[in-house]
């Protein structure tokens, strides 16, 4: 079975950090590209990051210099490690496998099943 | 960055109904055009790749069309399971951003 489990999630105070983890199992991590969507609570859904096959990596401006999207390889894993946490970062955070690519089409076919990140003092 | 507009924002329908969902680009994005539906509680599932390509395991009453700027999602005859939010998304260039949903309701 192709699967995502994410891990990490918690209560943080503003300004802190967290790392979310995703775990995947049916598919390897490394030559897949790999998203971050979050969904803050009543909201829609936002896409946050994406690590490529060649391992860079596109922020959108809401994060961009705050989190960081990596892939562990050996752990089968991609992180996202999030900094300078606030308020308005409160959300469920998914991480996805991403088979649009810059020259095919294609959408995010596997999600996990999303980890809680509460930011409040 | 690419604004993606989705019309309505939600609507009220009646099992057996046709529902049409609208998708607009700020700019042409060819067919890099995805349908995710999500149920509360729950993540998001693939529907439509590609403008129109169905994801595996999809009902065939959902379908998919456009190109350019102006892209549709149509439900044929809406089922108990398809109350849902779905979402459109470009993958034409990053960020690959989301429209606001369409929340669609029982009548």
């Known amino acids: 079975d192709v699967q995502l489990m994410e891990s990490g999630g918690g209560l943080v105070q503003p300004g802190g950090s967290l790392r979310l983890s995703c775990v995947a199992s049916g598919f390897i991590v490394g030559t897949n590209q790999m998203s971050w969507v979050r969904q803050a609570p009543g909201k829609g859904l936002e896409w946050l990051a994406i690590t490529y096959n060649d391992d860079n990596a596109y922020y959108s401006d809401s994060v961009k210099g705050r989190f960081s999207i990596s892939r562990d390889t050996t752990e089968n894993t991609v992180h996202l490690q999030m900094n300078s946490l606030r308020a308005d970062d409160t959300a469920v955070y998914f991480c996805?496998?991403?088979?649009?690519?810059?020259?095919?089409?294609?959408?995010?076919?596997?999600w996990g099943q999303g980890a809680t990140v509460t930011v409040s003092s | 960055d690419i604004q993606m507009t989705q019309s309505p924002s939600s609507l009220s329908a009646s099992i057996g109904d046709r529902v049409i969902i609208t998708c607009r680009a700020s700019?042409?994005?060819?067919?890099?055009l995805n349908w995710y539906q999500q149920k509360p509680g729950r993540a998001p599932k693939l529907l439509i790749y590609a403008a129109s390509h169905m994801q595996s395991g999809v009902p065939s009453t959902f379908s998919g069309r456009g190109s350019g700027t102006e892209f549709t999602l149509t439900i044929s005859s809406l089922q108990p399971e398809d109350f849902a939010t779905y979402y459109c998304q470009q993958t034409y260039s990053s960020p690959r951003t989301f429209g606001q949903g369409t929340k669609v309701d029982i009548k």
């Open positions: 700019q042409g994005i060819s067919n890099f």
């Open positions: 996805a496998r991403d088979l649009g690519g810059e020259m095919s089409p294609g959408g995010m076919d596997v």
